[in-house]
């Protein structure tokens, strides 16, 4: 794959590109959480890539059973293992040595991303800067979090090209005017080709 010439930075998302945890949630969803959802076959791929609050103000309505899940959730992240995406670790070193500005724009909050950081200490000196849950009021599919980056960034969004799995993370890109890299790791490979410039398997087809 060969980037656009005119793109100075890349943005992440975490799960699903990052760290092979998509399925891990929706295993958890399905195994912890499926009494208190509404009766909808395709729930599991609507709550990909947003966030918590999100899924929360959207589906709990209920405030005790909003406390169970938050419960429920704060507990399975703090064990779950995060695994790099294949060839992900190889693909970023190459990025970095090129001079891209990196960045990570993630649907999961501060809470979780300490989980990430105890496991992997020198996560967050990696990037040039990371967005979270807590960065932004809007949750994908909006492009809040991807033009925020770029502004920390310092470059224009179109100098940006951003690597996605989830169809509301790349509604947002396309939305931001970035460059598309979709990441067929938790969704069909037809469906993420339509909304992406350029489609990845994981980072070993590179």
């Not at 399905?30 to 959802?37: D, I, N, S, T, V």
């Not at 040039?128 to 969004?157: W, Y």
């Given at each position: 794959?060969?980037?656009p010439e005119n793109i100075k930075a890349l943005l992440f998302d975490m ?27 395709e729930i599991f791929d609507k709550v990909k890539g947003s966030t918590l ?106 100098e940006c090209a951003v690597f996605e799995d989830s169809i509301h993370g ?37």
């Open positions: 794959m060969i980037l799960d699903g590109v990052i760290f092979d945890t998509e399925g891990l949630y929706t295993d958890f969803w399905k195994r912890e959480l499926f009494c208190y959802l509404p009766d909808d076959p609050n999100d899924i929360l103000s959207r589906y709990f309505k209920n405030k005790e059973i909003r406390e169970k899940v938050v419960k429920a959730i704060d507990l399975f992240e703090t064990t779950m293992p995060f695994i790099y995406i294949a060839g992900y670790k190889n693909y970023f070193k190459h990025i970095k040595e090129k001079g891209y500005k990196c960045a990570v724009v993630t649907s999961s909050n501060n809470k979780k991303m300490a989980n990430v950081f105890n496991r992997y200490p020198n996560f967050k000196n990696e990037y040039d800067t990371i967005i979270t849950a807590d960065d932004i009021t809007i949750s994908k599919p909006n492009p809040q979090c991807f033009l925020l980056a770029a502004k920390r960034l310092g470059v224009k969004p179109e790349l509604n947002a890109a396309r939305a931001a005017g970035m460059y598309v890299v979709g990441v067929a790791t938790s969704n069909p490979y037809d469906i993420v080709k339509k909304m992406s410039d350029t489609i990845i398997r994981n980072f070993n087809d590179i």
